[in-house]
């Protein structure tokens, strides 16, 4: 029969809603027979036996369908798709649900009935079926593969780095190191690379194959790296080997698990769903609920697609993979343990939602909206790369439809991803139009809790999440994070005062980030970067790492809380259009090559300086800004700085600025099931609302700060790079080397070659921190002999020689 459960998505992209009781059409049990009818009673087997059901059924009647999915383990052998002979209609979607309250459990691998025998030292040994996996799971748990040096789960970089973990060295301890992984930090942690060791040299230096996972590659850092898959570092509990010749397993058992007893998994397919379709023929109307989706294989190896001149490449797969679709769901679902992204949004979407899920443990990003390219309009790929004037397209707007747009991401916990790959977000969104991320709970990621990759086409919502335990493994990024290096960046031949329309060509409607919550102890609550474009932000509670502005356009700040930090402008255009007015600040402005004399922005006032003790004007804001005619610092009254509640009393002076209060108890999940289990970021207690100290810090236990004073020398003005703003806006690998502020025409430095805004990194070869570093080791060269400076510029490295006076 068919079932009258009326679920239907909205044209007004509302929650799926929730079904009412009635028979399925058909039904799915482990126990059951695809020979059968379906029925309750005598149900198929597999999922991929009812959709061909679902289609016979469709051709004879009409109506919604419901497919009752009973609780289990159903592994697949391989991904179920769904194309649009598949599809729903409107008011007759078709549904593929949990049974009442069973637990389906769809994996894409296979359990393992295996015979163990003892091999040595504590490690079994059992013969497997011949299959390649890398994932392997006892007991629901995920094991790991034989790596040096061991898991340390207090290290903060991969659980473990080492910066011999390929040195010839080692490599000669190994029998056979091909097939062994390698997974390293970019040099200047902006994500990360993977490579697998296809042989070795004749001076035992390991050959690679990889490295294209980062489309800025620079390298991989010299100590941030381990290497896994290697049988003679198989020496801790938990660890495991597959030594595919003779298809042997070998497994270090942890206490407390009986191998004769034990549930032993490992994974095999990439996908377990798949929506194919195309702009011209989607699949419609079909949502997936109540489902756990397990065992996936790793992909990292398969992220090769740059995204548009940014750090990132992407992989478009998932365990849920959707291509040309319409009206389609995911509610209600787990996803854990997968080894590549959760859910993937490719090209052609429209209004499709995402809600209710839990996504743990993925190996990649949690869910991707991810674009065609040849929907953009001059489109360039590496970071470098830039044009003409001359040479783009003014068209505004995108090329083709082949985007996703209007769909969101809804009462979402998405927790420990990026467990492989560095180079991920809980949301990452990436040319894309409209895409809501509301009600969210993201935490504990090694990157962006969310991340939206240049302004192609804007018009995001960002509401009411709660993101923080962010940033945690890679560097210079914020819990939110986005970028808008789009046509208007960096154009050759273009006064951009005379063409003020052309940021707007991409970034065509507004991106809002209102109503959150933010942490970020590793970088920016906020990070606006590289030409972020066309942003209003407001109502956000960012609870230690401020706000950040980079060159951009048209973005509008106001009537924020950044708890003991404050707003970091860095680089901006004379001719932005920035507004920042009606925040509360905890510190002075910090910026990053900024103007020390013109005017910042549109619009700079009305904010309020929080520093109880002090009354008045704030005057260390105005002598930043150059604008800040009205604001004020005071005690801005908090009603409960210790509890997390940052709005302010009735009488606060802030409010006589404009200030108004928003909610504070409404950040993150909403559903019951999610928010019993969610954790919250850790409040800055009552303290944070104190005046700081006279050295500028809060608590106790602060390294001091490095020296910021101005030094001469070759005639140019010298001094360390300071703070992250320096470090974000030069584009550097930390908080290392000498900065050159101002090189005057003539003088030796100049002659060089050096301009300001240059970095030293290193002198005849050896590293240079600081600027001690750099008059020792100049000064050790012998009078009239070349030096030779590694240098920093516009984020590349160059070599200058200078020669060594008397």
Known sequence: MICRWMVVASALNLAVPAAVAAEPAFVVSPAGDDDGPGTLARPFATIAKARDAVRAMKRDAAGPVLVAIRGGAYYLKEPVVLTPEDSGAEGAAILYQAYQDETPVISGGTRLDLKWEPYQDGVMQAKVPAATFDQLFVDGEKQRLARYPNYDPDAQYFNGFSADCISPERVRRWRDPVGAIVHAMHRSHWGDFHYVITGVDEGGEPRLEGGWQNNRRMGMHGSHRFVENVFEELDAPGEWYLNRENSTLYFWPPEGIDLGTAAVEVALLKHLFEFQGSMDQPVKFITLRGLTLRHTLRTFMEIREPLLRSDWCIYRGGAVLMDGVEDCAIDDCTIDGVG?????????????????????????????????????????????????FEEIDRQPGPKTENYPKDCRVHDCLITRIGRVH???????????????????????????????SEGTWNGHLIEFCDVFDTVKETGDHGSFNSWGRDRFWHLGNCDLKEHPELPLLDAQTTTILRNNRWRCDHGWDIDLDD??????IYNNLCLHGGIKNREGFYRVVENNVMVDNGFHPHVWYDESGDVFRRNIVFRPYRPARMSSTDPWGKQMDYNFHHFPGRTGPATELQEGSKRDEHSIVGDAMFVDPGGGNYQVKEGSPAMALGFKNFPMDRFGVVSPKLKAEVKTPILPGAEAAQPPREDGSRAAGGKPNRDDALYTWLGAKIKNVVGMGEVSSLGLPGETGVLLVDVPKGRPAAKAGLQASDVILECNGTKVGAVADLLRLYRSAAPGNKVKLGVVREQSEITIEVIRNG
Do not use: L, W
């Not at 030409?531 to 209003?536: A, D, I, L, Q």
């Open 340 to 388: 590549g992204n959760g859910i993937f949004v490719s090209k052609y979407a429209r209004r499709v939602d995402v809600t209710s899920c839990k996504i743990a443990e993925a190996g990649g990003n949690g869910v991707c909206f991810v674009g065609d390219p040849g929907a953009v309009r001059s489109p360039r790929f590496e970071y470098q790369e830039t044009f003409d």
């Open 422 to 452: 560095k180079q991920s977000a809980g949301v990452q969104i990436s040319m894309s139009k409209g895409v809501t991320v509301s009600y969210c709970s993201i935490y504990d990621v090694p990157r962006a809790g969310i991340n939206i």
């Open 531 to 536: 030409g972020s474009t066309n942003y209003h």
